[in-house]
C-alpha cells in the first residue's frame, strides 16, 4: 500500500512560481515511477509530468515544457514538481500518482494505482 500526500498549493500571480511535494509512505516508493496529473473545473485529468523511480527518464506534457521540471528524493521518499512562468491555464487541482505495474511511466491516469488527495494551484493574470 502507498500513501501519497500532496503540498505546496496555493495562489500566484501569472509569471509566478511554485514547487509541488508529493510526500509517500512505504519503503518500496523508490521503485516506482510517479506521475503529476492536473484537472481544471469541467475538464478531464490532464497528464502534466512523470519519471521514472531512478529520475532518468522523464515526460512533459507540450504546454509545461522549459517551465515545469519533475525530479524526485528516494532518500526522502518525495516527489516535487518546480512550476516557473505559471499561467492563468495551469490553475488545477494537481495530483501526484504512483504506477506500480511498470517501470517505465505513462501518461494515461487509468494505469496509475495510488493516487494523492490533490493541491489546488490558482495562477491570477
Known amino acids: 500500500q502507498v500513501q501519497l500526500v500532496e503540498s505546496g498549493g496555493g495562489l500566484v500571480q501569472a509569471g509566478g512560481s511554485l514547487r509541488l511535494s508529493c510526500a509517500a509512505s512505504?519503503?518500496?516508493?523508490?521503485?516506482?515511477?510517479i506521475a503529476w496529473f492536473r484537472q481544471a473545473p469541467v475538464h478531464e485529468r490532464e497528464f502534466v509530468a512523470a519519471l521514472s523511480w531512478s529520475g532518468d527518464i522523464t515526460y512533459y506534457v507540450d504546454s509545461v515544457k522549459g517551465r515545469f521540471t519533475i525530479s524526485r528524493d528516494n532518500a526522502k521518499n518525495t516527489v516535487y514538481i518546480q512550476m516557473n512562468s505559471l499561467k492563468p491555464e495551469d490553475t488545477a487541482v494537481y495530483y501526484c500518482?504512483?504506477?506500480?505495474?511498470?517501470?517505465?511511466?505513462?501518461?494515461?491516469?487509468?494505469?496509475?494505482?495510488?493516487w494523492g488527495q490533490g493541491t489546488q494551484v490558482t495562477v491570477s493574470s
Open positions: 500518482a504512483a504506477q506500480i505495474t511498470r517501470m517505465v511511466p505513462t501518461t494515461t491516469p487509468a494505469q496509475y494505482q495510488y
Open positions: 512505504g519503503s518500496t516508493f523508490r521503485t516506482y515511477p
